[in-house]
């Protein structure tokens, strides 16, 4: 059964991404285009990483509340994102948009689905070098990650 937390832990994510699909919609070809200071890639590139982050937040979700955890490590995920950046770099508005809100919806329904149990639950988490830990921690960082990354691509367009 699905928790009280695990529904404040979906809203607040399906806020953060609706911001990130409204500013993506917002952004103009040359605004798409606009470096990210303290990112490295462009500002279009920086909103497909959401999405894209979205996808390995639900996988890594449904490990964790199984008890599974997960195995990539944090050079795995450098790795992984340096290469996504590459693929990502000719994703425009609208793909991006559509994949922020199919990844969204699944990462949302995946959070509003756990139960106390599963968030309860820990597991080693790779990033973290394997350490243990609850899945309510890895929940916690849907809406972070977005409106981080969004925080810095926002910074980067001036209106």
Sequence with gaps: MASERAAALADDF???NADAVSFARSCTDGEWAVPV???G???GVVLHHIAEGHANSERWLRAMARGEGVTESADDIDRANAAHALEAEDAGPALTVAL????GALLEATLRGLSDEQLDRTAPFGPAGGRELPTVDLAAVAAGHTREHLTHA???VVR
């Design 100 to 103: 922020l809100e199919a990844n």
């Design 37 to 39: 200071p303290g990112e």
């Design 14 to 16: 399906a806020a953060a």
């Design 154 to 156: 926002g910074g980067a």
């Design 41 to 43: 890639w462009t500002v």
